[in-house]
């Protein structure tokens, strides 16, 4: 296909295309002339992933080049392809090494992940994030015990088998990073909202229907005769 027709079917202005052929983001197409070039399929695949990057993720250019240089080397394990690309789509925490209060939270993250026997990796950028949110908890007077995380732990458990077998070793490499894009960013939003949904619906069982209990409680008490008078 022409340039023209790559633009169509992938959305993107012909511009863009060229920057990121430019870029190293795309490989150029099959010269067919001096000033033409013929584009195939993989080139489409390939600008799917780089706007699903962009505009899904968020990434810039310099992060985006990180991911497809990993989607193009053979020698990244598959493994590692989805931590660099979770790691670069964020959300971030700044470690605060010189707060007593984060070096504490960060040692109690790194107790949880081994009581769990997680294989995760210590720099990984949501050991940080749950960090950060410990340190937050504490100083709001809210005690960290693994009791209280542990429906947490189990859904997180759940959702990340669900997601992760998902995946197929057969599957093209940027398949795999497009999945791990929506799951990581788009899913995430999903989760963020049902539970939203699900704890307003859990709080209007227990308090709504426990006020009208309480309501016909009170009015039934008004209504019924006096100890002292119901037999004169």
């Known amino acids: 296909m022409k340039i023209s027709e790559l633009s169509d079917r992938s959305g993107l202005p012909v511009q863009t295309i060229k920057y990121y052929i430019r870029e190293g983001l795309l490989p150029k197409g099959t010269a067919t002339a001096a000033t033409r070039a013929e584009y195939d399929g993989r080139h489409l695949h390939r600008l799917r992933l780089i706007k699903a990057l962009r505009e899904v993720g968020g990434l810039p250019v310099a992060s985006v080049q990180q991911i497809v240089a990993a989607v193009d080397d053979d020698t990244v394990a598959l493994h590692r392809l989805l931590e660099e690309t979770q790691c670069a789509l964020g959300p971030r925490a700044e470690p605060q090494p010189e707060d007593p209060d984060w070096r504490a939270a960060r040692q109690d993250v790194d107790a949880v992940v081994a009581e769990l026997g997680w294989r995760v990796q210590p720099d990984a950028p949501a050991c940080d994030l749950l960090a950060q949110a410990f340190v937050a908890l504490r100083r709001l007077g809210l005690p ?89």
């Not at 015990?145 to 859904?155: C, G, H, K, W």
């Open 144 to 232: 960290i015990v693994l009791r209280d995380l542990r429906p947490y732990i189990e859904a997180a458990e759940r959702i990340a088998d669900h997601e992760v077998g998902g995946l197929s070793v057969a599957e093209d490499r940027e398949t795999v990073v497009q999945a791990a894009i929506a799951t990581n960013v788009l899913y995430e939003r999903v989760l963020l909202a049902l539970r939203r949904m699900a704890q307003g619906n859990a709080s209007a069982r227990r308090f709504e229907e426990t006020g009208a209990q309480r309501r016909g409680s009170s009015s039934s008490s008004r209504h019924e005769p006096s100890a002292h008078t119901g037999g004169r």
